[in-house]
């Protein structure tokens, strides 16, 4: 007997170290520093980049980290392993930011850092071009991992990353949600942001990046809004605040913060007063702007820009006002492209992060080219197989387009649902037909037989030419039972469960384990 228990006790000691192997392999290590554990892709005593940011069309900041505070040189020019112009900096830093100035318009620079004596390897980047020129911007966001395999970032965003450099892009804006979620573990975050900004240094080396403040960027979880790992992330206008604008090439570029504690979802209060001034005394005609949330989602209907409908409204009025060109978002997990009144809607959310299948397609990664020259903007939606998904341009010269949000093809709803109809130009007229009946200007809810039924929308532009577009959409009575379906779903991903929560359950099964061995071997002795 005494021979079982020891033989036990052993298996317990044997199990022991071997679970808490596991848990700490997959859980971080709160009392651990990970700053500087991932850089495969750097010199021995690179921690990050060196990358280039803020890029006008004579300037430009080189930044980089070393594991230790180190002097600063950033070798330069025109000419491919011939750099002919130098910047230094004595003075010993972590963090090196060394700005070049005089440099030539719309030019191609080749550039190499050093620290202490050890060198990057030679990188390129190209200045702003005149106001007016042509330029390539590249959009694409929500690369984050899931919650199995955080937090690794998914191998389609390192391979979506490498697409966009063959690009050669002058210019790059992240839509947001760039890893799972910011815990109160310094450690943990620092693990995650740096397995982020790994790979998009990569890209950093060759264009400047800007991003937008995501969601899952803010410590969501833990009702703490912490974001100095999002400012360490970006080199970005106007730190430390998540809003801001400013002019590369003659169009004027706004970042908004959909994330605002306790505004969440929401662009209203100092932030929307903000926008207003920001759009109003600017002299760009041609104006981007961007935030994490969309105002038109797909997947996050109701919980996203639309979730006030005032404020929706409200924004949809500035941006048409304002002569707002693009406005671009991520927060759904797809690609859509919406034109609403003059003002083009996009949501490029198919970064990396597990896609949303909605009524509306658009569930590939990607990432989005814009081609931008004066008068001209071409949008090109391309995935990971390089195949091109969808082009749109501007100006538009087609026939008006006619969409349907919130409510999809063979959308089951209540009698007297009223649906909602988007234009992409206001028309001069609209009419509409149920199941073939006469036409009216005025739209009515969906009829009152449980049935599917058509409904025939017609826009008439200011040229006379009509566009016609036909929906069906499906009734039940209300009398019958409330149908269990939504056409809204929100994001209600849990954080990684805390390492104690799984020591905790690991010991009590082994322990339950001892227990049955001890009793079986008792019975067999008796």
Do not use: C
Not at 2 to 10: C, N
Not at 18 to 39: C, D, H, I, K, Y
Request: proline letters at 6%.
């Amino acid at each position: 007997m005494r021979r079982s228990i020891s033989f036990s006790i052993a298996f317990v000691l044997f199990l022991l170290p071997l679970l808490l192997g596991l848990v700490e392999t997959t859980t971080p290590n709160p009392a651990v520093s990970l700053e500087g554990s991932f850089t495969e892709a750097a010199p021995a005593h690179f921690v990050r980049g060196p990358t280039v940011n803020l890029v006008t069309n004579s300037s430009a900041l080189i930044f980089w980290r070393t594991d230790v505070p180190m002097n600063s040189t950033v070798d330069y020019g025109l000419e491919e392993s011939n750099p002919n112009l130098t910047v230094s900096n004595s003075t010993v830093v972590g963090d090196h930011r060394i700005t070049l100035t005089g440099l030539a318009m719309g030019s191609k620079y080749y550039y190499q850092v050093t620290s202490n004596g050890t060198a990057s390897d030679e990188y390129h980047f190209r200045t702003a071009p005149a106001d007016g020129a042509e330029f390539k911007m590249i959009v694409f966001g929500d690369n984050r991992p899931d919650t199995d395999t955080a937090p690794v970032q998914p191998q389609e965003y390192s391979d979506l990353v490498d697409l966009v450099i063959a690009e050669e892009p002058h210019i790059v804006i992240m839509t947001g949600d760039y890893v799972l979620i910011v815990t109160e573990s310094h450690s943990y975050n620092l693990d995650a942001w740096e397995r982020f900004t790994n790979i998009t240094d990569r890209l950093g080396h060759y264009a400047p990046i800007y991003g937008v403040l995501g969601n899952h960027d803010t410590s969501a979880y833990t009702g703490t809004l912490r974001l100095e790992y999002f400012f360490d992330a970006f080199e970005m206008y106007s730190e430390p605040s998540p809003y801001s604008s400013f002019d590369y090439a003659g169009v004027h570029f706004t970042l908004l913060n959909s994330e605002e504690q306790y505004n969440n979802g929401r662009i209203t209060g100092t932030q929307y007063d903000w926008l207003v001034d920001d759009l109003t005394n600017t002299s760009r005609s041609m104006k981007f702007v961007f935030a994490h949330q969309p105002l038109y989602p797909l997947q996050h209907i109701n919980s996203a820009l639309d979730r006030n409908m005032t404020e929706m409204i409200r924004l949809q009025q500035l941006f048409e006002d304002m002569n707002v060109t693009l406005f671009a978002a991520g927060h759904d997990h797809l690609f859509n492209r919406l034109t609403v009144n003059g003002v083009v809607h996009i949501i490029a959310g198919g970064g990396g992060a597990p896609l949303y299948h909605t009524p509306w397609g658009g569930a590939f990664f990607h990432y989005l080219k814009v081609d931008v020259s004066s008068g001209q903007v071409d949008f090109t939606a391309i995935d990971l197989s390089s195949v091109t998904r969808e082009q749109y341009q501007l100006p538009y010269d087609g026939p008006i387009e006619i969409e349907a949000r919130f409510l999809a093809n063979n959308t089951l709803q209540r009698n007297g649902t009223l649906p909602i109809f988007y234009f992409s130009e206001i028309p001069d007229e609209v009419l509409y037909s149920w199941d073939g009946g006469s036409n009216s200007t005025t739209l009515t809810g969906f009829p009152d037989e449980p049935d599917a039924h058509t409904l025939d929308v017609y826009a008439n532009d200011s040229e006379g030419s009509w566009s016609h577009e036909r929906f069906v959409f499906n009734t039940y009575n209300p009398d019958w039972p409330t149908p269990t379906t939504s056409t809204s779903t929100t994001d209600t991903e849990s954080p990684p469960p805390p390492m104690d929560v799984v020591l905790i359950l690991g010991i009590v099964g082994v322990v339950s384990a001892v227990v049955v061995v001890i009793i079986l071997m008792r019975f067999k002795r008796k």
